[in-house]
């Protein structure tokens, strides 16, 4: 029995690993889930190469920390603070399955940014597929206020990402295998200013963004301003944890990335399903002994008091007798 048992086995994986894997490109994540987490904090060593149009050579500091978090419109926030050379901003960000994104922005120099709930900006994506080469993924729209001199006008933004490579980095934290995306972030004001941020950011998804490079210009109709400048990271209090690194498991039925002996219980329970039309098109129709008792094979396995091999055994064993006695 147990050699029969085997021989199932092996023919029930060989059979799965002939299915082609989804059409496309592998999906790797970019931020695990620890990203929120309150106390997280990142420092990095800034250098600043151009400033308002000017080569420069300026060394500074930079800090990111969550501090809290909150509810906005509906959505759960955490607060994010921005700590730079040039200025402090408290970011108040929220994460959705598939983004990162923004719903309010503070900074220290009187500029507040309200998102539109119908249109928050998503900033980053949790996945990037190594095919996607200037992807739109983002779109926002919000009202800004300027305290003084009180001034307020609107703001729309585009997001965009390319997959570029993976790829082994050491910065003076240490060594870090990244994955490497650009960034491009679009935005047009109502007074005539636009401007984009191009951005360069090698990631651990462990971790967190390891090391930047970051180009901002924006305009009028009268003058263009651009800066530039590159950011490492120097210490971090993360605590690295597990993540699930592609997404592209098409047999992951309950999303848990792996495939195990739960994911073909899942597949059970749709055992003889049939939509064709009419039914009688489907040649077997289903049997109630059988599904009666695949459903008790999978009640079976969802027990986590036995090992998965018992599971295995035992529902081998009810499927083999009700497919008998459907047979005869
Ligand atoms: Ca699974």
Known sequence: MRKRNLTIWVIAVTSLALIPSIAGGDEYRLFGEYFQTVGNQWQYDMHIYLLDNNPVNLWGTASLAITGTGNIAG????????????????????????????????????????????DPLEIYPIWVDDTDNN?????????????????????????????????????????????????????????????????????????????????????????????????????????????????????????????????????????????????????NSPNPTTLLLLSLGVCLLMRGSVTERKVYDRCWLIGKYSETKRTK
């Open 75 to 118: 959505y759960d926030t955490f607060i994010m603070d921005v700590n730079a050379p040039w200025g402090y901003a408290q970011r108040n960000l929220s994460v959705t399955p598939e983004y990162i994104i923004e719903i309010a922005n503070d900074n220290d120099q009187g500029i507040h940014r309200v998102f539109s709930n119908n």
């Open 135 to 283: 992807r739109l993924f983002g779109h926002g729209h919000y009202q800004v206020t300027l305290d003084s001199p009180p001034m307020n006008w609107t703001e729309t933004h585009d997001s965009y990402i390319t997959y570029l490579r993976q790829e082994t980095v050491t910065v003076p934290t240490g060594t870090f295998e990244c994955i490497v995306v650009f960034l491009k972030w679009d935005w047009t004001d109502s007074d005539n200013w636009s401007g984009y941020t191009e951005e360069t950011n090698w990631i651990d998804p462990h971790l967190g963004i390891i090391k930047g490079d970051t180009l901002e210009y924006y305009w009028d109709t009268v003058s263009g301003h651009s800066s530039a400048y590159t950011w490492e990271l120097t210490s971090t209090n993360v605590a690295p944890q597990p993540f699930c690194k592609v997404r592209s498991l098409p047999m992951d039925f309950n999303g848990d990335c792996k495939v195990n002996l739960f994911d073909f219980a899942l597949f059970a329970r749709s055992w003889m399903d049939c939509q064709l039309d009419p039914p009688s098109a489907s040649g």
